[in-house]
């Protein structure tokens, strides 16, 4: 998921760069979705990894 999100953040960089504000704005927005939802996962892993 990590993999992903660095890949539209990417993405996002540019197309901010060649002009695609829009393409740009959708994938800084998946970028984020993708970032957040890695972090909550990687956290309830070490959360509930530690109690087995």
Do not use: D, E, N, P
Request: net charge positive; proline share 0%; charged share 10%.
């Amino acid at each position: 998921m990590l993999r992903y999100s660095v890949i539209f953040f990417v993405i996002a960089i540019i197309a901010g760069v060649l002009g695609f504000g829009g393409i740009a704005g959708s994938a800084a927005s998946i970028a984020k979705i993708l970032f957040v939802g890695f972090l909550i996962l990687a956290v309830l892993s070490l959360i509930f990894g530690r109690k087995r």
